[in-house]
Each structure stands twice: as structure tokens, then as C-alpha cells.
């Protein structure tokens, strides 16, 4: 069974991401404030673990790729779970398996690979020698559904948190895997078209809806430090007509 999966994230008035071009926070606020603010929401949401894209990943991790001579195909897609002990666990969704971590860890959380089966056996040696766990998205790595139920499963985490960048949010929006979203609104604004957003799933067609057959709950309210406000909806799925 796959875990409860809440976006977490935060963004200005306007929905975009990038922190550092937002206007600033009223005066007096101190300049942790959003980080702070943003980690003690997380907190109060009881979950054991979260997840990032690739890109997101990437600023967290500065490993390098290491030869192992062993065949460049692999052949096992078996799961593997290193000494997690009872960490959170820090999953990045990385198909091609472009990261190099040089660690089992980011910060005190264990860290945890999603993979296509396209990925080779020199790459998978590499992240045993580093402790980091990994689970395979099939063959392309774009079965997150399958992936999630093994995380659920194997890795014993019933709550989750995807804090992604507007692209692997919008994947898990459009395999409707996304149960809960918890919001935070900064009080700023950027302003600028085409600025990255919570949600861009890159679709086909301009006529693709991918929250379609969706409705949000709003579940709370809260005004915390600075201004920032905390929405969080259930994410309710309506039967097709």
C-alpha cells in the first residue's frame, strides 16, 4: 500500500518559486523566517520522509562517479535498502541516475533513489558503496505509482512529503497521487510570466487537464510568522460521470 502523499510547499501570492525574487517580508521579520516557518510546518505533519526531483537533489548532493567494472546493463531490479536504521528518508526521483551522492545521507534523513530499469549495474554498485537505497518507476522510471507502493511497502512510511519543484509535483498531479496539499502563501509577489510555479506538468496537448476529476477540501487556516498563511486541502476525487 502506498503512503499518504501531501505537496508541501510554499510559494508567493502569485504561485511561483523562486524564493530569492519575491518582494521582501515586512519590515522587522528576521531572514529565517520562511525557512523556519516553512520546516515547522513540515514537522507538525508527522511524516517519515520527503521528496524532490532530480534538479532539487542535485544543490543537496556533491558526490562523483566511480568505475566499478561490472556490465553496463542492468539485470537486477530488485529494491535495495541500505542501513536506513530508523532515519527519515530524503527521496529524489532520478530515472536516468544522473546523481553521484558519496553519502547514505542528506542532513540527519537517509536518502533513497527512484530509478528506471534502464539504469546500469556500474550505477547501482555505486549506490550501495554509498549506502543510498534505491527502487525502481519501470522500465522508462515514469511509473510513480508503482514506486510509491513500494515505498510504502519496503520502507514502512505511511505519510510522505513531495516537496518538489513544479515538475515533479505536476507528474504526481497528473498519476493522481497527490492526497493532501499543504500550502504555504508568502506575502510577496514576483510577477513575471513564465517564473517556475508549484505545479507544471508538461503535457501533450494544451488541452490536457491534469488535476482533472479532482477537488480540494479546504481542511485549516493558519496565519503564522511574517504574514505567511498555511491553507491545506484534502484532495477529493469525484467518481466520472
Same mark, same amino acid.
Not at 526531483?53 to 544543490?59: I, L, V, W
Given at each position: 500500500m502506498r503512503p499518504k502523499i501531501i505537496c508541501h510547499m510554499i510559494g508567493s501570492v502569485d504561485g511561483r518559486l523562486l524564493s530569492d525574487r519575491w518582494t521582501?517580508?515586512? &519590515? $522587522?521579520? &528576521?531572514p529565517n523566517t520562511i525557512l523556519?516557518?516553512?520546516? &515547522? +510546518? +513540515?514537522?507538525?505533519?508527522?511524516?517519515?520522509?520527503?521528496?524532490?526531483?532530480?534538479?532539487?537533489?542535485?544543490?543537496?548532493?556533491?558526490?562523483? +562517479?566511480?568505475?566499478?567494472g561490472v556490465a553496463n546493463t542492468s539485470r537486477s531490479h530488485s529494491t535495495y535498502i541500505g542501513n536506513r536504521r530508523e532515519r527519515a528518508i530524503a527521496v529524489t526521483v532520478d530515472p536516468a541516475g544522473k546523481l553521484h551522492y558519496g553519502t547514505d545521507h542528506v542532513g540527519s534523513d537517509h536518502l533513497v533513489t527512484i530509478l528506471s530499469e534502464q539504469v546500469s549495474d556500474e550505477y547501482l554498485a555505486e549506490l550501495r558503496d554509498?549506502?543510498?537505497s534505491y527502487l525502481f518507476a519501470g522500465a522508462d522510471g515514469q511509473d510513480l505509482y508503482t514506486a510509491m507502493t513500494t515505498l510504502g511497502s519496503q520502507f514502512d512510511v505511511q505519510t510522505v512529503l513531495l516537496e518538489g519543484g513544479?515538475?515533479?509535483? $505536476?507528474?504526481?498531479?497528473k498519476a493522481d497521487l497527490i492526497d493532501e496539499i499543504s500550502l504555504l502563501v508568502y506575502p510577496g509577489i514576483d510577477g513575471l510570466a513564465g517564473v517556475p510555479s508549484i505545479f507544471e506538468y508538461h503535457g501533450t496537448s494544451a488541452d490536457e487537464l491534469p488535476a482533472a476529476g479532482r477537488t480540494l477540501l479546504l481542511l485549516s487556516v493558519e496565519t503564522l510568522a511574517a504574514g505567511v498563511v498555511w491553507m491545506r486541502y484534502a484532495v477529493d476525487r469525484r467518481p466520472a460521470e
Open positions: 521582501p517580508l515586512p &519590515e $522587522g521579520a &528576521e523556519k516557518v516553512y520546516d &515547522e +510546518a +513540515a514537522q507538525r505533519m508527522s511524516a517519515q520522509g520527503w521528496i524532490v526531483g532530480r534538479k532539487t537533489m542535485a544543490d543537496m548532493v556533491s558526490g562523483t +562517479a566511480r568505475s566499478y554509498d549506502g543510498v513544479g515538475t515533479i509535483n $505536476g507528474a504526481f498531479l
